[in-house]
């Protein structure tokens, strides 16, 4: 699975974001919204962003943007997971992408991930942003995002996805990419 083309800031206006190195365990006990390999702060000044209750091992039990402990399967085996740079949209030309269950196989065995480059408007005004549900699109609705109960798998057995060229804005082409 290979996102490319993250750059500067994942979630704009989230200063300063620098997402470097995350290896085998994302987030693994990142306690009170501290991400470990990640420079500086994932999300700062996400104001009020809420990750509810993503079934068993992505952010579980995460509760008012607490990460607590993602077990075994977030990018379980990511080996040289290199977050450097998406550019401008997450997914773009990721037609018909579903993330419909969360939880087991967060890119379980997703070797060799390497995000390089998020940048601008990845999760643009991210303040207040509440994640509440994602269902049958990814980030369907962007505005007022909720993630609520992912459960399952999100890309479960997702080998060698890769995501090329993300670029300009979160689903741009979204209304595109929905009557493909």
């Known amino acids: 699975l290979t996102l490319t083309s993250i750059s500067k800031t994942v979630y ?11 290896s085998k365990t994302v987030y693994e006990y990142v306690n009170e919204l501290t991400l470990t390999s990640i420079s500086k702060t994932v999300y700062e000044y996400v104001n ?15 509760n ?6 993602i077990s075994k399967t ?9 977050p450097t740079s998406i550019s401008k949209t997450v997914y773009e030309y990721v037609n018909e ?8 196989t967060v890119y379980e065995y997703v070797n060799e991930l390497t995000l390089t480059s998020i940048s601008k408007t990845v999760y643009e005004s991210v303040y207040e942003l509440t994640l509440t549900s ?9 505005n007022e995002l909720t ?13 060698e996805l890769t995501l090329t060229s993300i670029s300009e804005t979160v689903y741009e082409y979204y209304c595109y990419a929905r009557h493909l």
């Open 74 to 82: 977030v990018y379980e085996y990511v080996y040289e997971l290199t």
């Open 97 to 104: 992408l579903t993330l419909t269950s969360i939880s087991k």
């Open 48 to 62: 009020e962003l809420t990750l509810t209750s993503i079934s068993k091992t992505v952010y579980e039990y995460v």
């Open 134 to 142: 994602i269902s049958e699109t990814v980030y369907e609705y962007v």
């Open 12 to 22: 704009e206006y989230v200063n300063e974001l620098t997402l470097t190195s995350i």
């Open 64 to 69: 008012e943007l607490t990460l607590t402990s």
């Open 147 to 159: 993630l609520t109960s992912i459960s399952e798998t999100v890309y479960e057995y997702v080998y």
